[in-house]
């Protein structure tokens, strides 16, 4: 069983797709983690990324696993190192680069030949797996986005700077000229402005056994 979810930043994606794997007893898959790892190896080796070749052949050299739920990289748990300012901006970047969008989704489809998955990003219901069992669409009020991850407080920004980042980091998102963020004709699309994720996971739950 594959399960998609696609939608901008700070629209409880994560969240929702962890518990919603938990409940099922299937993996978690988050591919902006992939991005977001590719992106850290990349800084660490002060890659010029705007080298397409040299980016794509380090990137496919990389051993990254998902273990738990975590990005385990050449064997070291970076989770905890993939949600500085640094990278959310950069991971945008790295993420607009057609052949690495290729590595990252052969790994993912390599994945869910193996298992049932959950997974979110932002063209896992259009590009990365057209035929999932099931699609959904999170959005949310640009606001709400930005308070959600304000909250979250993973940075020292400001709400203002922050709320300037997700509008920057989404129309990035949206302008791709490959994997770009957008409502697949046949996703069920839930505005989670002002539901709890026990709200949005009962939308989801409910059109699954409908
Ligand atoms: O979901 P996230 O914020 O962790 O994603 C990190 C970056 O990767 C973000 O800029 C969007 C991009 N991304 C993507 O282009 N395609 C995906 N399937 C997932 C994420």
Redesign the pocket.
């Known amino acids: 069983m594959i399960i998609a979810i696609d939608g901008p ?1 700070g629209t409880g994606k994560s969240t929702v797709a962890k518990i919603i794997a938990q409940h099922y007893g299937i993996v978690f898959l ?4 992939f ?2 790892a590719i992106t850290l190896a990349l800084l660490r080796a002060e890659k010029d990324l705007s080298n397409v070749d040299d980016v794509c052949n380090f990137a496919s050299e990389l051993k990254m696993e998902y273990v738990n739920g975590r990005v385990v990289l050449n064997d070291e748990d970076v989770e905890d190192l993939l949600h500085s300012p640094e990278i959310d901006l950069n ?2 970047k790295v ?1 607009s680069i057609v052949p690495l969008r290729d590595i990252v989704n052969k790994k993912l489809r390599k994945i869910a030949q193996r298992e049932s998955i959950v997974c979110e ?4 219901t259009t590009v ?1 797996f057209p035929n999932a069992d099931y699609k959904f669409y999170l959005d949310a009020s640009i606001d709400v986005q930005a308070m959600r991850r304000f909250k979250q407080g993973v940075s020292n920004l400001s709400y203002e700077e922050v709320k300037a980042q997700i509008i920057q ?1 989404d129309k ?2 949206k302008a ?1 000229i490959v ?1 770009a963020l957008k409502i697949a004709e046949d996703a069920t699309y839930i505005d989670t402005s002002d539901l709890t994720i026990e709200q949005v996971c009962a939308i989801i739950y409910n059109k699954i056994h409908s």
């Not at 988050?30 to 983690?33: A, D, E, V």
């Open positions: 930043a988050n591919s902006g983690s991005y977001r991971a945008s993420s990003g932002r063209d896992m990365v980091r990035m998102d791709k994997g």
